[in-house]
């Protein structure tokens, strides 16, 4: 869900540098900077005839083909130049933007099987394939090899990941695009299989679901060859490739005849994503407090009532109740609740579904922990809600003190209102920035606490043992190797936790001077998220490994360049002329992990 980090070079727009006149406009135009019109405008004006690319787009429109139609005739022209395998085109369940009835639209896909087929030709099997230095990945690997029929040391198998999200493109539309990505081997790419309005999603009160459900069975219908090693012969929909006269299929119908066989096989093991896409395309349980137990969680059955989320302790009651695929489908049933076509992709499992560290660590639990962090060092300089700007500039000054003391390149944060730790008198604090400067921010923190604030009292202890096993969490996932390290970070996280409930419970005392009714607002309060962190760290860490060799930032990154595109296109048309340009792109494929 996070828009912010905006594209603004042509690294984070996928556009390489270039000499060359023709291949700057391409690149221009698909990344979503320029539009036909300007891509004529510039070819003509370059007036380079050495330049085949070059010479093409100076005559589109006006002079091309397609009178007026410059977009077609650039299209054509890309066309031409790109050895991809064409779009897959079928019909998708979505709402009809005038009649808000569910109606079935083309929908334009990339399909997983092709596209990999296409890059090992290009490459070597060799970097596709493998599982490197990642045991606990390995066994979900060779698990799921078992149950799918395959051998896992064949040396053609492809291990993938899949990633979804929607984000913002104006205030009146939003993008929701899925991709995918390779686990084994060293390419770490994004191929995006996918992308569509989010006015286009069924809105019949499926909460879009039909939408998924109808996306995620093409998914099985492409997977169920990926898996076999085979190209179909029939579409998702039934009809043979001979007889279909849609976008590419007499390529594939050719392609078979040609060479039944892809040049490798394989299939998803990991479901990548924040939580309330989790929540709304997969029908994961939310955060709110589902049921008469008031359920919190869709790792376990920890709620707000007799399986408290917010008992850390290794005999916490919850650690009993962590569901097994099996387990989940059981429940699923029993709630008579919503089963997403997902779950029928070859040998995909409820274990896969991956918490995200980015979502519930950077961008959830650090951002509670800065804010309270920096209300109560403020508060303790005598600042008020209504009135305390200058010893908020006081804790901006000892964070920019801090982060040149630990040598950051550059500062976290360049200034603290109010208004970004608490939107309201009421509210708990939470910190509104990005990401990485969260990160970046939690280490300064602890220079803070440890340099100019008093360590005397056991609050403020207890506060700075929560910033500092953060801080140790963070590290040693980052910079530790093998399974001592990921242990250990699984200690701090726990550790935190720990006292941050300690600190809760001081919070509540009713006995207690300074609590929560005195100032009219919580302070280290708990949420879900808290717990979700905890799953990460210590049952997630055996499916997939060290959470920051998989963390959503590069995955992110893509719906970022996939926003910059929108605004050229036209909103009601993205489920087609998104990866229609996208797949005209030129892709580095020696770009590692
Ligand atoms: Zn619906
Ligand atoms: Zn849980």
């Known amino acids: 869900m996070q828009t912010k980090e905006k594209v603004k070079t042509h690294k984070y727009g996928g556009r390489e540098r270039t000499s060359n006149m023709g291949e700057f406009l391409k690149s221009m135009y698909l990344s979503?900077?320029?539009?036909?019109?300007?891509?004529?405008?510039?070819?003509?004006?370059?007036?380079?005839?050495?330049?085949?690319?070059?010479?093409?787009?100076?005559?589109a429109g006006n002079t091309g083909s397609h009178r007026g139609n410059c977009h077609r005739d650039i299209m054509t022209a890309l066309d031409q130049g790109c050895d991809r395998p064409p779009v897959y085109e079928t019909d998708i369940w979505f709402q009809d933007a005038?009649?808000?009835?569910?109606?079935?639209?083309?929908?334009?896909?990339?399909?997983?099987?092709?596209?990999?087929?296409?890059?090992v030709g290009k490459t070597n099997i060799e970097d596709w394939v493998g599982i490197r230095d990642n045991p606990h990945l390995q066994s979900t690997f060779d698990t799921w090899c078992n149950k799918v029929g395959l051998n896992p040391k064949d040396t053609d198998i492809m291990a993938m990941g899949l990633w979804g999200d929607s984000a913002v493109i104006s205030v009146s539309e939003s993008?929701?695009?899925?991709?995918?990505?390779?686990?084994?081997?060293?390419?770490?790419?994004?191929?995006w299989l996918c992308a569509f309005g989010k006015k286009l999603v069924c809105d019949c009160g499926c909460h879009g679901r039909h939408t998924f459900d109808s996306i995620f069975k093409v998914l099985q219908w492409d997977l169920e060859a990926f898996l076999s090693g085979e190209r179909p012969k029939i579409r998702d929909d039934g009809v043979p490739f001979s007889e279909s006269k849609r976008i590419g299929d007499s390529y594939r119908h050719k392609a078979r005849e040609a060479n039944k066989r892809f040049r490798a096989r394989g299939g998803v093991i990991q479901k990548r994503g924040d939580w309330s896409w989790h929540k709304s395309a997969l029908?994961?349980?939310?955060?709110?407090g589902e049921g008469a137990t008031k359920r919190c969680c869709f790792k376990c059955l920890a709620n707000f009532s007799n399986l408290s989320f917010m008992d850390f302790y290794e005999r916490a009651l919850w650690r009993q109740t962590l569901l097994t695929h099996e387990g989940f489908l059981a429940d699923v049933e029993a709630r008579g609740g919503y089963q997403s076509e997902i779950f029928n992709l070859p040998g995909f499992t409820h274990a896969m579904i991956t918490a995200d560290l980015m979502h519930c660590g950077d961008l959830g639990v650090l951002l509670y922990l800065l804010g309270i962090v920096i209300w109560?060092?403020?508060?303790?300089?005598?600042?008020?809600?209504?009135?305390?700007?200058?010893?908020?500039?006081?804790?901006?000054?000892?964070?920019?003190?801090?982060?040149?003391?630990l040598k950051q390149k550059k500062q976290p944060l360049n200034h603290i209102t109010m208004s970004m730790i608490r939107c309201n008198a009421k509210s708990s604090p939470k910190l509104k920035v990005k990401a990485s400067a969260a990160r970046h921010l939690l280490l300064c923190m602890r220079w803070v606490l440890e340099t100019f604030t008093s360590l005397d009292t056991p609050h403020a202890q207890k506060r700075f043992l929560v910033v500092k096993n953060f801080c140790d969490m963070y590290d040693s996932l980052q910079n530790g190797e093998g399974m001592e390290s990921m242990q250990s970070a699984t200690i701090n996280c726990r550790k935190a936790l720990i006292l941050w409930n300690e600190l809760r419970q001081e919070d509540i005392d009713p006995d207690n001077a300074d609590n929560w009714q005195t100032r009219g607002f919580f302070l280290w309060k708990l949420y879900p998220k808290h717990h979700l962190l905890q799953?990460?760290?210590?049952?997630?860490i055996l499916v997939s490994g060290n959470p920051v060799g998989h963390w959503c930032y590069a995955d992110e990154s893509e719906i970022g360049a996939a926003i910059t595109q929108c605004p050229t296109l036209q909103y009601d048309h993205l489920q087609k002329?998104?990866?229609?340009?996208?797949?005209?792109?030129?892709?580095?494929?020696?770009?590692?992990?």
């Open 32 to 59: 979503g900077r320029l539009t036909g019109g300007e891509v004529q405008e510039g070819a003509a004006a370059a007036g380079n005839h050495t330049d085949a690319l070059c010479k093409k787009l100076a005559k």
């Open 98 to 119: 005038r009649t808000k009835k569910r109606v079935k639209k083309p929908c334009h896909f990339l399909l997983v099987s092709e596209t990999m087929d296409h890059f």
């Open 175 to 191: 993008l929701y695009i899925m991709l995918a990505n390779c686990l084994s081997g060293t390419h770490r790419k994004r191929f």
């Open 283 to 288: 029908g994961m349980i939310g955060w709110r």
């Open 376 to 405: 109560e060092i403020a508060r303790e300089y005598g600042a008020s809600y209504s009135n305390g700007q200058r010893q908020l500039d006081h804790v901006l000054l000892m964070i920019r003190m801090a982060s040149k003391a």
């Open 535 to 540: 799953h990460v760290l210590e049952d997630q």
């Open 577 to 593: 002329s998104l990866i229609k340009k996208h797949r005209l792109q030129n892709y580095k494929t020696e770009e590692t992990a």
